[in-house]
């Protein structure tokens, strides 16, 4: 690769992670109003409450961060990072919103199920991650003494 290639591939790089920021942020706007103030934002773009739409795309968002779970299965070391962040923060805000939704806001006790569900995972998971760590350090120092 040329020197005008390598620099040429670092601009397209470097647009990319700008236009993936950009998104991120405009979602984020996004989160917030639906968090916090959702009749705003619908309000805003005059959008009607449906009650059958929003449990479609929490589904759908759903699915969509199911599948970035995949990934740290196939090959951990490669997607370590995306194991850890399966846990913080996916599923452990998972649960703490579900446990402040009953516990605080007085939501059905039927989304204990939702707490138990990614609480009990991340748990597992983080328990999991955690002893892979250890064993790799510990292989790691006992190869270094070697």
Same mark, same amino acid.
């Not at 452990?92 to 009990?120: E, H, K, R």
């Given at each position: 690769?040329?020197?005008?290639?390598?620099?040429?591939?670092?601009?397209?790089?470097?647009?990319?992670?700008?236009?993936?920021?950009?998104?991120?942020?405009?979602?984020?706007?996004?989160?917030?109003?639906?968090?916090?103030?959702?009749?705003?934002?619908?309000? %805003? =773009?005059?959008?009607?409450?449906?009650?059958?739409?929003? #449990?479609? /795309?929490?589904?759908?968002? !759903? $699915?969509?961060?199911? @599948?970035?779970?995949?990934?740290?299965?196939?090959?951990?070391?490669?997607?370590?990072?995306?194991?850890?962040?399966?846990?913080?923060?996916?599923?452990?805000?998972?649960?703490?919103? %579900? =446990?402040?939704?009953?516990?605080?806001?007085?939501?059905? #006790?039927? /989304?204990?199920?939702?707490? !138990? $569900?990614?609480?009990? @995972?991340?748990?597992?998971?983080?328990?999991?991650?955690?002893?892979?760590?250890?064993?790799?350090?510990?292989?790691?120092?006992?190869?270094?003494?070697?």
């Amino acid at each position: 690769m040329t020197k005008r290639d390598a620099q040429s591939l670092s601009l397209w790089i470097a647009r990319h992670s700008l236009v993936v920021w950009i998104g991120i942020l405009l979602n984020l706007i996004f989160v917030f109003s639906l968090l916090f103030d959702p009749g705003w934002l619908l309000g %805003f =773009f005059n959008v009607p409450y449906n009650e059958s739409l929003w #449990p479609r /795309f929490a589904g759908l968002l !759903l $699915l969509i961060v199911t @599948i970035f779970y995949i990934p740290a299965t196939i090959d951990l070391d490669r997607y370590r990072v995306i194991a850890w962040m399966a846990i913080l923060p996916s599923r452990s805000f998972g649960a703490t919103f %579900f =446990f402040l939704a009953v516990f605080v806001f007085d939501q059905p #006790p039927g /989304f204990i199920a939702a707490i !138990l $569900l990614d609480g009990g @995972i991340g748990l597992a998971s983080l328990y999991c991650l955690i002893r892979v760590t250890a064993l790799e350090r510990a292989r790691g120092l006992a190869g270094e003494h070697a």
